[in-house]
């Protein structure tokens, strides 16, 4: 069977936060989530084919969480009525502290999902504040000792840094926090303004200065050296577990290997194309609705070109290569010489040999022929936009 990760996406916030672009919208009600889901199942039966074997759940978004309990398990029960799922899959729910409680937590684990990712951000009351985040550091203190009592032996705490107004000193006392608590998983962002958001308005008006680089480089090189010294391995730029809970879901993206996305504006990748789901909910309601009655034309589900599809490309092999090297690059021990070459039919130093021998020089990258590996350097995980450019 082919092993596949698939990526569920929940549209819905309790509120916005002041930084936040994702496809997502606050002030939702019951009925709204019940249309999605509804419409959600119609995409899971659409796919549904026991050729494939899940190794990997996500259930992101969004705040999966807000969701009422009934409402997950019966998109849990929409996966495992479509697709095979292997006996050790990692499946993972979004939550964010404010949006759990003991019920919740019970069934997500009787419907058999394993892994929590709380979006803690920060333990700062001020910051959270600020940031426009429903909850209390306390909070997520408690849904974190909540969720262990509940069964939860991987939880990932979601933390961002280089917020405006957070010193070096504030960040590392969340981060000191969040590993005290003894999360597997942790994940440190440094926060971008984003157009659109509330903070671009702030800081395009001047009333809000950006944290600047050498600062935040600081708290990036604070949270490694920290991680580092309680045990938690560094496996990409922005992500370090504990051995062996490192997420396998997002190592699908970061190693191009394949998964399917649905859900309002989910992509994914299958068969060297990617695609893009709809991101109105309106028509992706509509779509759903249409295809479970009858309405919708409906192309083979394992072309994966699905009705809510709205953009697709089939990768060239020059796109495959590139995507290869900066999704790869990510990862702490970047990508291995000979799978490149197993996947691509020749070596690596072949096709980017004037890049290679660049970034070597300026130190940016390391090339090991006896390790196998082509990585960032220290240097070049703080400057890997510089690097990208001459892979892409
Ligand atoms: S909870 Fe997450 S997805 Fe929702 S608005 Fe905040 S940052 Fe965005």
Known sequence: ????????????????CNYCDFLSWGNTKKEDHTAYVEALLAELQYYADQDMLLDSVYIGGGTPSLLERDLILRIMEGVT????????????????????DLD????YRRAGINRL???????NDEILHFMGRIHKSNTFIDNFYLARDCGFENISADLIFAVPGQTVELWIDS????????????????LQIEEGTPFYGLWEKGAMKAVDDETDRRMYHEALKRLKNKGYVHYEI????????????????????EYLGVGLGSHYYINGTRFSNETNLEKYLRISKGVKEGREV????????APWVVWHHKNTEVDEISEFLFTGLRKIEGISLSAFEERFGKPVTAVYENAIGKHSRTGLLELNMKEDRLRLT?????????????FV
Not at 104 to 107: E, N, P, S, V
Not at 117 to 123: E, K, P, R
Not at 298 to 305: F, H, I, K, Q
Request: aromatic letters at 10%; one cysteine or more.
């Open 378 to 390: 220290a240097k070049g995980l703080d400057l890997f936009n510089q690097v990208l450019v001459d």
């Open 81 to 100: 009525g479509s697709f095979a799922l292997s006996e050790d899959a990692e499946i993972t729910i979004e939550a964010n502290p404010g949006l759990l």
């Open 1 to 16: 069977m082919k092993p596949l990760g698939l990526y569920i996406h929940i549209p819905f916030c309790k509120r916005k």
């Open 175 to 190: 981060l000191e926090k969040a590993i005290s608590l003894g999360a597997e998983h942790i994940s440190f962002y440094s």
């Open 117 to 123: 990712s709380l979006g803690a951000q920060s333990l």
């Open 238 to 257: 922005s992500n370090a577990a504990m051995p062996g809970f490192e997420s396998r879901h997002n190592l699908k993206y970061w190693s191009m290997e």
């Open 104 to 107: 919740k937590l019970m069934a």
């Open 298 to 305: 409906c192309n083979d589900p394992l072309s994966y070109l």
